[in-house]
């Protein structure tokens, strides 16, 4: 009996070592999908990119783990193990810490050495954030969550640190990378380069530009400061779709973002540009038809709850 005792007590501290250890992690590919229940045919709910920081909140283990994750947006999901690394809080700290490299291509590779002509390691997207190990002539020398190494062409990324110097959240600078993604498929809780819905297009746009903005075009819309008038709406501000219920409470259904003269680019089936003048090539009447209002949000950055950036939101600097 005694033997069984020592024999649990020892179980319990692994176990007890092990839950510490899953406190913390950082997404380990460059597109990390979250689903609604842990399995693979469970829906997907959303993505997180690779360098992401989240809190592991629970771990299912069925011989084959699926933690579930909060992100730096709070928003919750399973994914499988292989996706993240988890961490000690050490090792967590250390990795928000570590100089930086961010993908500024909307897609891009690293390579095991500093040639294009070198095994592939991983993909990237816009977004993506790896630690910086170093640099050879235009390769950088890049580090994944996991250990791996690898290079990637400064075509493609900047070290963090020049990242910021020319970093631009003009309205002009974001509807240019919102157009970027021209022809993009639209697939249900996407949120990268690969593919978006709605309100993942405008998510993913905005972190390329270092903004954190609520993960769904419900809670997009109570953020910043909401513009009736579709005349007072200025190129970069948010539109809404949807509906009214009886309460005259707004359902919000579709976003995306205003780039002037009553045009709007969405994903709807792909990244598009509709309009809401029935003279333009581009008129849209489904969606003219369910128009609800704008939303103003970059002057609100860091302001409101909800907007914020990697400097400030506290996953990226615990």
């Avoid at 993505?47 to 084959?64: E, K, R």
């Avoid at 990324?157 to 002009?172: G, H, I, T, V």
């Avoid at 530009?209 to 075009?217: G, L, Q, S, T």
């Avoid at 809401?276 to 038809?289: H, I, K, L």
């Amino acid at each position: 009996m005694k033997r069984i005792l020592i024999t649990l007590a020892a179980l319990f501290a692994v176990l007890a070592a092990q839950a510490q250890e899953a406190e913390y992690g950082v997404v380990n590919i460059s597109v990390c999908n979250m689903r609604a229940t842990a399995n693979f045919d469970a829906e997907m709910v959303s993505q997180a990119l690779l360098g992401t920081p989240v809190h592991i909140l629970q771990i299912s283990d069925n011989g084959n783990p699926w933690p579930e994750v909060q992100t730096p947006d709070n928003y919750t999901g399973w994914v499988h193990y292989a996706a993240i690394t988890r961490m000690k809080w050490e090792d967590y700290h250390d990795w928000n810490a570590a100089p930086k490299v961010v993908v500024t291509a909307l897609y891009g590779t690293v390579y095991q050495g500093p040639s294009r002509r070198s095994p592939t390691i991983s993909d990237i997207v816009g977004g993506d954030r790896l630690k910086l190990l170093g640099r050879q002539g235009c390769w950088l020398k890049v580090g994944f969550p996991d250990g791996r190494e690898g290079y990637v062409h400064k075509t493609d990324a900047l070290p963090e640190a020049d990242w910021r110097k020319q970093l631009d959240k003009s309205p002009e600078a974001i509807l240019k990378t919102a157009k970027s993604m021209l022809g993009t498929p639209y697939i249900w809780a996407g949120m990268s380069p690969k593919g978006t819905d709605c309100s993942g297009f405008v998510r993913a746009v905005l972190f390329m530009h270092d903004i954190i903005a609520p993960r769904d075009a419900g809670p997009q819309s109570r953020v910043g400061v909401r513009i009736m008038d579709r005349e007072q709406l200025l190129p970069a501000d948010l539109v809404f779709f949807g509906r009214w219920d009886e309460e005259g409470n707004p359902r919000v259904s579709h976003v995306g973002f205003y780039l002037g003269d009553g045009r709007f680019i969405h994903s709807m089936g792909l990244v598009q540009i509709g309009s809401f003048n029935p003279e333009d090539p581009q008129y849209d009447a489904f969606n003219t038809g369910r128009y609800l209002f704008g939303g103003s949000i970059l002057p609100f950055v860091d302001i409101h709850e909800g907007l914020n950036t990697t400097l400030s939101n506290p996953y990226y600097a615990e």
